[in-house]
Structure formats: C-alpha cells, structure tokens
C-alpha cells in the first residue's frame, strides 16, 4: 500500500527500531511510547484492521500472537504485559494497518478491560 507508514517501514523506506522480523511479521518499538515497553507487532500484508481479518490472512494474525509470546520472553516481560488492538475510528485507530501494541514495564491499571 502506497501510502501507509507501516507499509513503508515494513519495505525499510522509513526507519524503526526493529527487535523482530521473520517472513510473514515485523515488530517494532512505538514512536510514542505510553510504557516503559511499547511496541508494535505487525502483520507484513496491508491488512485495515480487525474487521478485515479473513481466512485468507489469518494465518499471518495468528503469527503476530506466537511472536508476542517470544518477545515476551525476549524483553523479559515477566511482571505481565498488555496487548491492545484499536480498530476503526471511535477506538482511535490512527494507522490503518493492522498491528497489536504491546505494553509493559509498569502497573498498567485496570480501567478498561
Ligand atoms: P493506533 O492509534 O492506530 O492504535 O496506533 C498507532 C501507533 O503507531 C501509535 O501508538 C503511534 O505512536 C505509532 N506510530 C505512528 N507512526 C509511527 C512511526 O512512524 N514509527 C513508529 N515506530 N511508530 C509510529
Ligand atoms: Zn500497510
């Protein structure tokens, strides 16, 4: 997809700090990070969001939670962590690429879910 910016990172025209890459997923730390750990795990096919998700892509969905599991491991986030996915717009999605935020490092709270 031409336009999108995970596209892009994904294809290395625009920079991130990688800690993972293999065929079909990419992960990345947040720009913006709201944790001490923030990062982002990314299908490589330009999926929309949630709602977009197929029997055709969900193999590369699936992927993404086998990777949280190993970078869990990886950036040593025993104390627990959060995965958060926005989809569409009252959940403030603002790329429209789907991806998976992985939050840790501190007492995340409990006010949603
Ligand atoms: P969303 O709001 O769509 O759930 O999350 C998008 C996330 O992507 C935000 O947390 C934002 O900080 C992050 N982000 C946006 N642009 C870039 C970028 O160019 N590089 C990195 N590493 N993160 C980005
Ligand atoms: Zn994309």
Same mark, same amino acid.
């Given at each position: 997809?031409?336009?999108?910016? #995970?596209?892009?990172?994904?294809?290395?025209? !625009?920079?991130?700090?990688?800690?993972?890459? &293999? &065929?079909?997923?990419?992960?990345?730390? &947040? !720009?913006?990070?709201?944790?001490?750990?923030? #990062?982002?795990?990314?299908?490589? @096919?330009?999926?929309?969001?949630?709602?977009?998700? @197929? %029997?055709? $892509?969900? &193999?590369?969905?699936?992927? /993404? #939670?086998?990777?949280?599991?190993?970078? %869990?491991?990886?950036?040593?986030?025993?104390?627990?962590?959060?995965?958060?996915?926005? /989809?569409?717009? $009252?959940?403030?999605? @603002?790329?429209?690429?789907?991806? #998976?935020?992985?939050?840790?490092?501190?007492?995340?709270?409990? @006010?949603?879910?």
């Amino acid at each position: 997809m031409e336009d999108c910016i #995970f596209c892009k990172i994904i294809s290395g025209d !625009i920079p991130s700090d990688k800690i993972y890459e &293999d &065929d079909k997923v990419i992960a990345f730390r &947040d !720009i913006h990070p709201q944790a001490p750990v923030h #990062f982002l795990v990314v299908p490589k @096919t330009h999926v929309k969001s949630a709602a977009e998700i @197929t %029997a055709e $892509n969900s &193999d590369e969905v699936a992927r /993404c #939670f086998e990777v949280i599991s190993k970078l %869990a491991k990886q950036e040593k986030l025993g104390d627990g962590f959060r995965v958060i996915n926005n /989809c569409g717009e $009252n959940a403030g999605q @603002t790329v429209p690429h789907i991806h #998976f935020h992985v939050l840790a490092g501190r007492a995340l709270g409990g @006010t949603l879910v």
